[in-house]
C-alpha cells in the first residue's frame, strides 16, 4: 500500500508539460487534503527564495536568475500547505515557451481549504474557519481576489497571455492572504490552505497582428529605471512594427516576429505597440509601466513580523561615544567612509550588533549612513518606514512581565531633527514619514536618524518601564523634485573612498536639454541621463578625479568629484595600553599592496617598506609615555601620488599593580561573610577580622611569610555594626618616594539595608556612605550611594604619608539613613579593591641639568629615560633653525637618567642652544 501511494504522490503532484495548450503545471491532489504539503513556516522571505528550502518560492524546472538551472521539480514537501497572517505568500515560478504565449488563454484554478485563526487574547484558536481574503498575481498583474471566504472555496481564473505580460521564460504566480478580521476587533489573524492548484492553456482560434506585447517589469524605480519591452506579431517579413514614445519603428530588430527593447523611464509610461500588415490593416496594444519615484538608500532588517536577525537589547545607553561598527552598541553603522575611529566600512555592519528594542533604560537606536549632494538637497524627498512590534513592559511591584503589549512613545530624529513622534502606541505600528532634506537637516557626508522610546506610563503609575521592537527600518529617497534648470545642479558619488576592485557610481543632475559627459575614458553618458539624472559605475584603480562636462548650446559648465581608492586596509596595536611591567606594543597592518607603494611610520620608526610581506607588517615599539603612531602609504600616481595616512594611539600607563583583592566580576564569593563584630587593631594575620595582611614584616604582629587567605579571612562587606576593614601592605623605598603616584581603585556592589521595626531586609540597594583613609589620611569620600558603584583615588606618596615598611589603608562605612529614620543600619560589599603604583610620577620630559666645560668647549646635558629608549640631539644658533646632532642616542641602560655631551661649534661669545626629544 505504500508503494502505491507513492508511486501516485510522485505521478500526479507535480505535472508539467511545457506543451501547445494543454496542463501547464498542477501542484497537489485534489483530495480535499494539504497533506501533501508541509506546514507553513510562520515567516516570510523576499524573492527569490531557495528550490531547496522550504520558503515562500517554489520552482519548477527551468533556467532562472539568481538561482541557475534546475533540472527537476522543488521537491513537494517544500511548498507551504498555507497563506497566513504572518505568513502571507506563496509564489510558484515556472517557464513558458513561446508557444505557451502566443495566442493563449490561461486558467488557474486554486482549491482553497482548511480555513481557520488565532484568538490572541484567549492564547488559542479561534471558533471556526474565521474570515480570508486572498488574491492571485500572475507576473505583477492580479488575476483573482476573493473576500470573505468562510468556507471551502473553489477559484477559478481565466485571462490571455497579453493581459498578464506573459513572457516566453520564467513566470511568477504569487497567491496572498490580504486580510480577514476573523474576530471583528481589526486584526487579521487566521490561515487558510490549499488543496490544490493547476494552470491550464488553450489557444484562441484566430491570431491577430499581434499576439503578445508586454514587459519584464510593471514597475520600476529610480535607482533602476530600466525595462524592457517584448512582442510577439504576426512573422510575415512585410509587417511594419511602430512603438510610440520616441522609440520609432523597430521592425528592424523584430526577428520571425519577435523583438524586444530595453528603454528607461523616469515617470509612470503608457507605451502603444502599433502594427502594420502587409494588406494595409493595422493593429495596436498598450501597456502601463509604473515608475516609484522612491529609490533605496538602506534597508536594515527583514520584512517578515519579526525581529530574530537583530540581537536581545543590552540594557545599557551608550551616549558618550560614537559607538562601533564592530559592537552591539546603540549605533549601528551603514556601508561608507566616516573618516576619525571609524574610518571606511566596505560593508553594512552585522545585523545582529543592532539592539531589537527600544526600552525605558536603553531608549536609543542611532543608524549612521551617508548621502551625497544629490540626495541631500534641500529639495529631495526622504520616505523613511520603520514597523514597530511585539511592545511590553515591567511590572516592578509584581517583579514580572506586566500584561499586554504595554503604552510606548517613540520620536525619531534625523540629524537632531524631529521627523515623527508617536504617543501611545498599543499595538504593531507601521511608521511611514516623509519629508525634505531641508526639513530633516540632511547633509552630505554622515547623517544619523535616532529612534528613541521616550516614554510610555503602561500601568498608569507614572512609570515607564517597558519595551517595543523593531521588525525593520528602511530609508529611501525621490529626486524628482529637485529643480533641473542648471546646467549642473549636481555632480557626485556614492563613495568617496573604495577598495581596490570594488565600483563606485557617479551620480549627476543636470539640465534635461544639456548634452553631457565624463573625462577618465567614460565619455558620452546621455544615454545615462533621464530627465536630467543620471549614474554610471566606475572602478578606478589609484586615485581619480573625475569632471563632468555640460554643453547648452555655447554655454559649457563643468564639475568633478574625486573618488579615492584605499591604500590602508588596517593599522592597528596589539595593545591600546603599555605599562612598566608590560611595556611592549605590537604595531600591524594589512595594506592593498601594489609595485612601487611604499611604507612608513612616524616617531622615529620610518621605512617599513620592507617589513611589509604580501601587504602585511608589524613592528614591536615601546612608548614611555602616551603615543599616537601614523602610517603613511604613498602609491605612484599622476600627476601626483597617492598618499593615506592612518594612525592609532598607545595609551602609556605607569601604574604597575601594587596589589589586588578579588576578581572584577560583580560578586562577592571570593570573600567571606563578615563577622559582624569589630576589632582593634594590629588584628591578625591567621584570622577573619578587620585586618587583613600581605607579605612583609610588620612591627606589631612580626613576619607574615604569605599574604593572608582572602577568601577565609577578608570580610566581604562593611556594615554599620562591622564598619571597617584595614589592609595592610608594604612598600619599598623606590615605592615610598614622595614623587610615587598611587592609585587606588574599588568597585562596591549588593547593598542593601535592615528594617528593624519590620524585622526583616528593606526594599532596594538601600544609602550607603563610604570613606577610604591612607595612613589615617582621608583620599576618598562618597556618600549617599544607592547603587552598585565604581570608586577610585590617586595621589602621591607624600600627600598620605607614605612610609618605606607598613602602611594601612583603611574603608570604612561610615552612614547611610536608607529608611529615613535617623538610623544607618546597612552594608555595602567589595567586588574587587585594586591599589597600583607609578613609582616615577609624572612623566615630563626636560634636560633637568646641564654642565659646560670651557676647556674643552663641550656642553653635557643629563634628562630623564628609561633603559631601551633613544632620543634625538639638535643645536642650533638662533632657535628658528635646528641642525641635528645625533639621532640615536641610546638612554642609560642604568638608572632613570642619560647624560650626554655636544661639542660646542662656534667662537667664544656666539649663541648655542642645544634641544633633545624622546623617541617613543
Do not use: C
Not at 507 to 523: C, E, H, K, R, Y
Not at 889 to 905: K, P
Amino acid at each position: 500500500m505504500w508503494k502505491l501511494i507513492t508511486f501516485v504522490f510522485l505521478s500526479l503532484l507535480l505535472f508539467h508539460l511545457n506543451l501547445y495548450g494543454g496542463n501547464i503545471f498542477t501542484l497537489g491532489i485534489d483530495d480535499e487534503s494539504q497533506a501533501e504539503f508541509s506546514q507553513e513556516s510562520f515567516n516570510s522571505n523576499s524573492a527569490p527564495g531557495s528550490p531547496t528550502l522550504k520558503d515562500d518560492d517554489y520552482y519548477f524546472l527551468g533556467s532562472y536568475d539568481g538561482i541557475g538551472v534546475l533540472q527537476a521539480d522543488e521537491d513537494i514537501v517544500n511548498f507551504e500547505r498555507a497563506v497566513t497572517n504572518g505568513d502571507k505568500n506563496n509564489r510558484i515560478h515556472f517557464h513558458l515557451d513561446s508557444n505557451d504565449i502566443i495566442n493563449n488563454e490561461y486558467t488557474l484554478t486554486v482549491d482553497l481549504i482548511g480555513g481557520g485563526w488565532w484568538d490572541a487574547p484567549a492564547g488559542a484558536s479561534g471558533v471556526g474557519w474565521g474570515i480570508h481574503d486572498v488574491r492571485a498575481n500572475f507576473n505583477g498583474v492580479e488575476i483573482f481576489a476573493e473576500s470573505e471566504i468562510v468556507e471551502n472555496r473553489l477559484v477559478t481564473a481565466v485571462f490571455d497571455a497579453f493581459s498578464v505580460n506573459a513572457v516566453a521564460g520564467e513566470n511568477v504566480i504569487e497567491i496572498t492572504r490580504v486580510g480577514g478580521d476573523s474576530k471583528g476587533n481589526g486584526t487579521d489573524y487566521g490561515w487558510i490552505q490549499f488543496d490544490y492548484i493547476t494552470l491550464e492553456a488553450s489557444a484562441v482560434a484566430e491570431p491577430g497582428l499581434i499576439q503578445s506585447f508586454f514587459t519584464d517589469s510593471n514597475e520600476v524605480a529610480a535607482d533602476s529605471p530600466t525595462a524592457t519591452l517584448s512582442w510577439q506579431v504576426d512573422s510575415d517579413p512585410e509587417t511594419s512594427v511602430f512603438i510610440d514614445n520616441g522609440i520609432g519603428e523597430v521592425t528592424a530588430i523584430t526577428s520571425e516576429g519577435a523583438g524586444s527593447i530595453d528603454v528607461r523611464i523616469s515617470a509612470v509610461t503608457t507605451y502603444v505597440l502599433t502594427v502594420k500588415g502587409v494588406d494595409g490593416d493595422e493593429a495596436t496594444a498598450s501597456l502601463t509601466i509604473g515608475y516609484q519615484p522612491y529609490a533605496e538608500i538602506w534597508t536594515v532588517g527583514l520584512i517578515n513580523g519579526s525581529q530574530a536577525e537583530f540581537s536581545q537589547e543590552k540594557g545599557t545607553s551608550n551616549e558618550e561615544s560614537e559607538g562601533s561598527p564592530l559592537f552591539q552598541d546603540d549605533d549601528y553603522f551603514l556601508t561608507g567612509n566616516y573618516g576619525g575611529e571609524i574610518g571606511n566600512l566596505e560593508s553594512d555592519e552585522a545585523w545582529l550588533n543592532l539592539d531589537r528594542a527600544v526600552t525605558n533604560n536603553d531608549p536609543n537606536n542611532r543608524f549612521h549612513f551617508l548621502l551625497d549632494s544629490l540626495q541631500a538637497d534641500e529639495s529631495s524627498q526622504m520616505r523613511f518606514t520603520m514597523n514597530l512590534i511585539w511592545g511590553g513592559w515591567w511590572d516592578a511591584e509584581a517583579n514580572s512581565s506586566g500584561e499586554g503589549f504595554g503604552t510606548h512613545d517613540v520620536e525619531i530624529k534625523l540629524n537632531g531633527n524631529v521627523i515623527s513622534a508617536h504617543s501611545d502606541i498599543t499595538k504593531n505600528e507601521l511608521i511611514v514619514e516623509t519629508f525634505s532634506g531641508d526639513e530633516g537637516g540632511a547633509v552630505q557626508g554622515e547623517n544619523v536618524i535616532e529612534v528613541s522610546r521616550t516614554s510610555g506610563d503602561s500601568k498608569g503609575n507614572g512609570g515607564n518601564s517597558g519595551w517595543i521592537q523593531i521588525d525593520y527600518a528602511s530609508l529611501e529617497v525621490d529626486l524628482s523634485q529637485i529643480v533641473r534648470d542648471k546646467p549642473i545642479t549636481s555632480f557626485s558619488s556614492n563613495k568617496s573612498l573604495i577598495v581596490p576592485g570594488t565600483s563606485a557610481s557617479l551620480n549627476w543632475l543636470v539640465d534635461p536639454t544639456a548634452t553631457v559627459s565624463i573625462d577618465q575614458g567614460v565619455g558620452d553618458v546621455g544615454g545615462k541621463t533621464i530627465d536630467g539624472i543620471g549614474s554610471i559605475e566606475i572602478d578606478p584603480s589609484v586615485n581619480t578625479t573625475y569632471t563632468l562636462t555640460s554643453v547648452r548650446g555655447n554655454d559649457v559648465e563643468t564639475a568633478t568629484v574625486r573618488v579615492e581608492v584605499d591604500l590602508i586596509e588596517f593599522f592597528q596595536s596589539t595593545v591600546l595600553e603599555v605599562t612598566p611591567d608590560e611595556p611592549t606594543a605590537r604595531l600591524s597592518w594589512s595594506v592593498y599592496s601594489i609595485p612601487g607603494m611604499t611604507l612608513s611610520v612616524d616617531n622615529g620608526i620610518g621605512d617599513v617598506t620592507s617589513l611589509t610581506e604580501d601587504g602585511s607588517g608589524s613592528i614591536d615599539v615601546r612608548p614611555s609615555s602616551t603615543t599616537t603612531y601614523t602610517m603613511t602609504a604613498t602609491r605612484p600616481n599622476v600627476p601626483e601620488e597617492d598618499t593615506e595616512q592612518v594612525s592609532l594611539t598607545v595609551e602609556y600607563n605607569g601604574y604597575s599593580v601594587l596589589w589586588s583583592l578579588g576578581v572584577d566580576d560583580n560578586t562577592q564569593a571570593e570573600f567571606s561573610i563578615e563577622d559582624f563584630n569589630s576589632n582593634p587593631l594590629p588584628g591578625a594575620a591567621d584570622a577573619k577580622d578587620d585586618d587583613y595582611y600581605f607579605v612583609g614584616n610588620y612591627a606589631d604582629i612580626g613576619e607574615v611569610l604569605e599574604d593572608e587567605d582572602s577568601a577565609l579571612n577578608f570580610e566581604r562587606a562593611v556594615t554599620n555594626g562591622d564598619p571597617n576593614n584595614r589592609i595592610h601592605f608594604m612598600l619599598n623605598p623606590e615605592q615610598a618616594s614622595p614623587s610615587s603616584e598611587i592609585r587606588i581603585s574599588m568597585d562596591m556592589i549588593s547593598g542593601g539595608w535592615w528594617d528593624a521595626l519590620a524585622g526583616q531586609g528593606g526594599g532596594g540597594f538601600g544609602i550607603h556612605d563610604v570613606s577610604v583613609k591612607f595612613n589615617g589620611e582621608e583620599v576618598m569620600v562618597s556618600e549617599g550611594i544607592e547603587r552598585d558603584t565604581s570608586l577610585s583615588a590617586t595621589f602621591t606618596a607624600a600627600e598620605v604619608g607614605a612610609e618605606i615598611g607598613e602602611n594601612t589603608i583603611e574603608i570604612t562605612r561610615t552612614g547611610g539613613d536608607s529608611k529615613g529614620d535617623g538610623t544607618d543600619y546597612g552594608w555595602i560589599q567589595f567586588d574587587y579593591i585594586l591599589a597600583e603604583i607609578d613609582s616615577l610620577g609624572p612623566r615630563i620630559f626636560e634636560i633637568n641639568d646641564y654642565e659646560y666645560d670651557a676647556a674643552g668647549k663641550y656642553l653635557s646635558i643629563s634628562f630623564p629615560s628609561s633603559p631601551g629608549q633613544f632620543f634625538l640631539v639638535e643645536v642650533s644658533n638662533d632657535m628658528q633653525t635646528w641642525f641635528e646632532y645625533d639621532d640615536s642616542v641610546e638612554a642609560n641602560e642604568e638608572g632613570s637618567s642619560t647624560t650626554y655631551a655636544v661639542e660646542f661649534l662656534g667662537d667664544e661669545g656666539d649663541a648655542f642652544f642645544v634641544r633633545a626629544s624622546r623617541f617613543p
